[in-house]
């Protein structure tokens, strides 16, 4: 079992910037690829990022070059640095991790809201 615990969120203007961090805890050897969702009120989940196990960085086209995501040297934590927010960053960003045996498991998520 693998327990993922977000932190960073709040309250920021449009154009700031705010930094996510996500905490693995229990089997964190048994943790592959790493990333983040986000859910909008009144819209689905959505991914935003993923980092595989080896480094490699997929991202959303609506957040590419504004967000950069990665990983600690450790590998049980998962950072995700968000510049130039827009007001449509607004979400419950959620950390999410896979396992080499193909479990998924996912946070309780943390609030961004993008607003002036």
């Known amino acids: 079992q693998v327990q993922l615990v977000e932190s960073g969120g709040g309250l920021v203007q449009p154009g700031g910037s705010l930094r996510l961090s996500c905490t693995a805890s229990g089997s964190i050897l048994s943790i592959n690829n790493m990333g983040w969702y986000r859910q909008a009120p009144g819209k689905e989940r959505e991914l935003v990022a993923t980092i595989t196990n080896g480094g490699r960085r997929n991202y959303a086209d609506s957040v590419n070059e504004r967000f950069t995501i990665s990983r600690g040297y450790a590998k049980n934590m998962v950072y995700l640095q968000m510049n130039s927010l827009k007001p449509e960053d607004t979400a419950v960003y959620y950390c999410?991790?896979?396992?080499?045996?193909?479990?998924?498991?996912w946070g309780l998520g943390t609030q961004v809201t993008v607003s002036s």
């Open positions: 999410t991790a896979d396992s080499f045996a193909g479990f998924d498991y």
